[in-house]
């Protein structure tokens, strides 16, 4: 069935730091990618998606690009800040039904 | 346009008590999916309905869960006789159609069952 396998945490990074988080998947057909972030106590939000191979998602200085040779989609981003603290999630949709696969999330600690 | 809207927050249940949670989907969204994050754990697929309609419940477990979408009001995800490990948080998703290649799930900020 499908999958989604993300680096384990907690990451812990100084501020301007380059972040990388690791994200792969299995999925039967053409899945469309995410990377939603949860901040504490909060629910998930959006961060970018992809949905198709070799697509690039990209927002508020978070890139990642749709491998379908390497099944990933892992999140980047040159300098990360503080407030990127939060836990990161990885998923995939597929199918007619629109439920997304989630990832066990990774959690990103930004210090100053 | 308000967002998604999960009530309670927090919801505190005995063992063997009942406990409803409720999410009022975005304006305009007739697609809505119940995700449960256990303590530590990602998010996990419980439901998804459409008004009136369950269309894929693979997630839900079999006894004590029930979910609901009425043509009108809020949906319900009922739990009955709750036990410690149905303590988690559930969150609610809507969406405006399947998502696909242009559409988007909104989460709510999930509601926080404790079962003491």
């Known amino acids: 069935g499908n999958s989604v396998t993300q680096m384990e945490g907690p990451v812990t990074l100084s501020e301007e730091a380059f972040l990388t988080i690791n994200c792969t998947y299995t999925?039967?057909?053409?899945?469309?990618l995410f990377w939603y972030v949860q901040y504490p106590g909060e629910g998930l939000q959006l961060l970018l998606k992809?949905?198709?191979?070799?697509d690039k998602g990209s927002n508020k200085g978070f890139e990642a690009t749709y491998r379908k040779e390497t099944t990933s989609f892992h999140l980047e981003k040159g300098s990360v800040q503080v407030s990127d603290s939060a836990v990161y999630f990885c998923a995939l949709s597929s199918g007619n039904t629109g439920k997304l696969i989630f990832g066990q999330g990774t959690t990103l600690q930004v210090k100053p | 346009n308000a967002g998604v809207m999960q009530n309670p927050r927090h919801l505190v249940r005995r063992r063997g008590q009942e406990a409803r949670l409720r999410c009022s989907p975005m304006k305009g969204h007739s697609h809505v999916y119940w995700y449960r994050q256990l303590p530590e754990e990602g998010l996990k697929f419980m439901v998804y309905?459409?008004?009136?309609?369950?269309?894929?419940e693979s997630g839900m477990p079999k006894e004590r869960f029930s979910a609901e979408f009425p043509k009108e009001g809020p949906s319900i995800l009922r739990i009955q006789q709750v036990v410690r490990g149905d303590s988690a948080a559930y969150f609610c998703a809507s969406s405006r159609l399947e998502l696909g290649m242009n559409t988007e799930a909104f989460f709510g900020q999930g509601t926080r069952l404790t079962v003491v």
């Open positions: 999925a039967t057909g053409y899945p469309s």
């Open positions: 309905l459409q008004k009136e309609n369950i269309i894929d």
């Open positions: 992809a949905t198709k191979a070799d």
